[in-house]
């Protein structure tokens, strides 16, 4: 089969891998029919992520059909149409029984990271009971590939940690795939001002077409003073961090009201300075989180409703045997204007 094949910082190739096959009773094989590219994904091309090492099939969101299941699969059979989760999770460890799936003992974020996973035709999902969700009849599957990380990153991530409530106001630090999905799940909450700041004029105009009440261009000098006037110099509630470097964590340190909440989504691969002599007095709390998915049933159904949209994240579409060209695009988003790109594994 073909598989994107991460060869280390920097480097990937196309390559002939075997199919995978049952590992343990609890495997299942699922042919893929669609994945994406997730900013994780370049964050380990960049060698952020060490547990990452090279020969690694990257990849860890998508939609497929079941090929085959291990004996003690009881959840689904062959011809199934699923939902890979990004998080796979046995359901009985210790971090399981505490919804912290993310944390699982024999499972967490593997996929793509531990274990080979989604940018090839076939993958072996370990725990498939409990790391696959059943797509129902008719579901637009692109849309639902969506599902597998990006929605949940940014509810669970970005939302939840922060606190996001009725009348509040929120400040969402790029406006990326992470962050527009955090923006389009914020609005459950109806805050009164969801602010975007990004250096990418396109994405903020995007942002402004998923419900962003303004927009800040992060360019130069003063991106935090115009969140701050925004607010009447009082700052904001909720300040989500996505994208993941220094500068970014730096803007919502600047921004956050007294009692406010930072949540932390993005992938940091470089240390950042935390501003105590400023923010020790001000009651303010900061959250990290790796997505645990517990909320992947809840978004399913809300997409099925026509609730959210997260189709309108997609711009591009390859096939596998461009899956070079599509890592480029992705890369390249200021230029190419990418948000999502979808790749379908048949040429």
Request: charged share 20%; net charge negative; hydrophobic share 40%.
């Amino acid at each position: 089969m073909k598989a994107l094949v991460y060869e280390g910082p920097g480097r990937i190739s196309l390559e002939a891998r075997p199919v995978p096959e049952i590992g343990a009773a609890t495997d299942a094989i699922v042919k893929i029919t669609r994945t994406t590219i997730c900013g994780t994904d370049l964050h380990i091309l960049k060698g952020d992520v060490p547990t990452c090492t090279p020969g690694r099939i990257l990849g860890h969101e998508g939609v497929g059909i079941v090929e085959k299941i291990g004996a003690g699969v009881t959840q689904f059979k062959a011809g199934d149409h699923v939902l890979i989760s990004c998080i796979s999770s046995c359901g009985k460890c210790e971090y399981c029984r505490k919804g912290m799936y993310s944390h699982c003992t024999t499972g967490g974020w593997i996929l793509g990271n531990t274990i080979d996973v989604t940018q090839p035709e076939y993958v072996r999902i370990p725990h498939a009971d409990t790391s696959l969700y059943p797509i129902p009849e008719g579901a637009d599957e692109e849309a639902l590939v969506m599902l597998s990380d990006i929605l949940p990153t940014g509810f669970e991530c970005g939302v939840l940690n922060g606190k996001v409530q009725p009348g509040g106001t929120v400040a969402i630090v790029g406006s990326g795939p992470i962050g527009l999905a955090a923006l389009l799940t914020a609005q459950f909450y109806s805050p009164s001002e969801i602010i975007m700041v990004d250096l990418d004029e396109n994405r903020l105009e995007v942002a402004k077409q998923f419900g962003a009440t303004a927009t800040v261009n992060a360019g130069g000098e003063g991106a935090a003073r115009k969140v701050l006037a925004l607010t009447g110099g009082r700052g904001v509630d909720t300040a989500i961090e996505a994208v993941g470097i220094p500068a970014t964590f730096d803007v919502c340190q600047a921004i956050i009201a007294p009692g406010g909440t930072i949540a932390n989504i993005g992938v940091h691969g470089v240390k950042v300075d935390l501003h105590l002599e400023k923010l020790w007095s001000q009651n303010i709390a900061i959250t990290t989180r790796l997505v645990d998915t517990v909320s992947t049933p809840m978004l399913l159904k809300t997409v099925q409703s026509g609730k959210i949209d997260p189709k309108k994240l997609i711009t591009h579409r390859f096939k596998l045997g461009q899956v070079l060209d599509a890592y480029e695009t992705f890369r390249r988003a200021a230029s190419t204007q990418a948000l999502k790109v979808i790749i379908e594994a048949t040429d």
